[in-house]
T-cell receptor, first 114, second 114 residues
Framework: AQSVTQLDSHVSVSEGTPVLLRCNYS??????LFWYVQHPNKGLQLLLK??????LVKGINGFEAEFKKSETSFHLTKPSAHMSDAAEYFC????????????FGTGTRLTIIP | NAGVMQNPRHLVRRRGQEARLRCSPM?????VYWYRQLPEEGLKFMVY????????ESGMPKERFSAEFPKEGPSILRIQQVVRGDSAAYFC????????????FGNGTRLTVT
């Protein structure tokens, strides 16, 4: 069984300040973890992916995430927020080798304050 | 190079009518996945198809829902006798291979049942 919990449904930060979106997971096996971003009225875009290589994963648009097994966490960070980062972010886990087994979190809506 | 194309973007149906949602995968992609996103929830897997084959339909309701991916043409998700609870955003994703190769998502079809 697997599950993912996104701890904040909404996060607001000022432009130029750091972003932290929190995600905890539960998995019976070694998980693969993803972050996807969804801009308004758009499909989901893959930001980054962890698959048991380096624990610090760098993604697109300056985002990165760190896999911490002891804390079962995979938080998404960015040093400096940009207005274009405003979107919905989904943390995703899979323990099985297959996209059909992806389990999505409920999402965190990121708002950037000018 | 067009991405995953879904149409229509918005679909309104009265209770009892049929809804047909279409998805054209990216060029060269032969694996198609359908997900449903209910309000305030993450995406839930529905069905995984390859050309002319349903690989996994474990996430799709047994009644009223069907999906196909013919040899020629788009993948179709069909919902018969729609009910209010079917109102949701339906996303299609495609990949060139199965497994956990990155998914490319369409912009979704937002179904409203009145």
């Amino acid at each position: 069984a697997q599950s993912v919990t996104q701890l904040d449904s909404h996060v607001s930060v000022s432009e130029g300040t750091p972003v932290l979106l929190r995600c905890n997971y539960s998995s019976s096996y070694s998980p693969s973890l993803f972050w996807y971003v969804q801009h308004p009225n758009k499909g989901l875009q893959l930001l980054l992916k962890y698959t048991s290589a380096a624990t610090l994963v760098k993604g697109i648009n300056g985002f990165e995430a760190e896999f911490k097994k002891s804390e079962t966490s995979f938080h998404l960070t960015k040093p400096s927020a940009h207005m274009s980062d405003a979107a919905e972010y989904f943390c995703v886990v899979t323990s099985n080798f297959g996209n059909e087994k992806l389990t999505f979190g409920t999402g965190t809506r990121l708002t950037i304050i000018p | 190079n067009a991405g995953v194309m879904q149409n229509p973007r918005h679909l309104v149906r009265r209770r009892g009518q049929e809804a047909r949602l279409r998805c054209s995968p990216m060029k060269g992609h032969s694996h198609v996945y359908w997900y449903r996103q209910l309000p305030e929830e993450g995406l839930k897997f529905m069905v995984y198809l390859q050309k002319e084959n349903i690989i996994d339909e474990s996430g799709m309701p047994k009644e009223r829902f069907s999906a196909e991916f013919p040899k020629e043409g788009p993948s179709i998700l069909r919902i018969q006798q729609v009910v209010r609870g079917d109102s949701a955003a339906y996303f299609c994703a495609s990949s060139p291979q199965g497994g956990d190769s990155p998914l490319h998502f369409g912009n979704g079809t937002r179904l409203t049942v009145t």
